[in-house]
């Protein structure tokens, strides 16, 4: 049996672990760039307070294995609070929360190393704190931002097949169950490596093209 024959013959569970994994990742990455932008900007403004819990909550985050977390969350955590929780929403959490911190710590240090002389340029000019911001603080940061952050949005692609590990049923688990019928892991395994790279590869291409493009070195000043 080909690769091909496989996915013909278990498209529709292929299918459907696509979705699973593509609704997992969207929750992921939307929850995770919006409130790290939040959190990142607010901790760049504001390095006492805000800065310090971003700071500190990224370190923690990042300090900790993310299979550590998602079996922490999963298991022991619901066991002491006496809850059964749908695995998928364990493992939407658990994603979340390190993206979040990953992306707010990113956007914040970006913040921080914004050079102050655009700002002081824009006030000599007559801009208003809203106007530089929007016209000169936000075109830079987002240009700078983007290429790692499409970057990271792709780790948490590759992390999302933890979730198997808690009965999530993601396309590795789909896979997983389908080697355990025909026991075809050359075929099965090696379909699966061609899916991720025709996903993951072209967003690494194009955010190295923004990289080179369009990014500079703020130290360079």
């Known amino acids: 049996m080909t690769i091909l024959d496989i996915l013909i013959r278990y498209h529709s569970a292929f299918l459907e672990g696509l979705g699973v994994t593509l609704r997992l990742c969207s929750i992921v990455w939307f929850s995770g760039l919006a409130g790290g932008v939040f959190l990142g900007i607010m901790g760049g403004h504001n390095p006492k307070g805000w800065g310090r819990f971003v700071r500190g909550s990224a370190f923690l985050f990042s300090a900790l294995p993310a299979l550590v977390i998602l079996f922490w969350l999963h298991y022991p955590a619901q066991a002491a609070m006496e809850v059964v929780i749908d695995p998928f929403y364990t493992a939407a959490l658990t994603m979340s929360l390190i993206n979040l ?32 911001v929007r016209y000169i603080q936000f075109p830079i940061l987002f240009r700078q931002l ?68 369009y990014t500079r070195d703020f130290s360079e000043r």
Do not use: W
Request: charged share 15%; net charge positive.
């Open 101 to 132: 911190f990953a992306v707010s710590e990113s956007v914040r240090q970006a913040v921080v190393d914004f050079p102050k002389q655009y700002i002081v340029s824009g006030r000599v000019c007559g801009m208003s704190i809203r106007q530089i």
């Open 146 to 213: 983007v290429p790692g952050l499409m970057v990271l949005q792709v780790s948490m692609l590759h992390i999302s097949l933890f979730a198997s590990l808690i009965s999530v049923e993601e396309i590795f688990r789909v896979a997983q169950r389908i080697n355990s019928m025909i026991y075809k892991p050359i075929e099965i395994y090696t379909a699966l490596a061609f899916f991720f790279l025709l996903v993951c590869l072209p967003i690494h291409l194009f955010a190295d093209f923004l990289q080179r493009r």
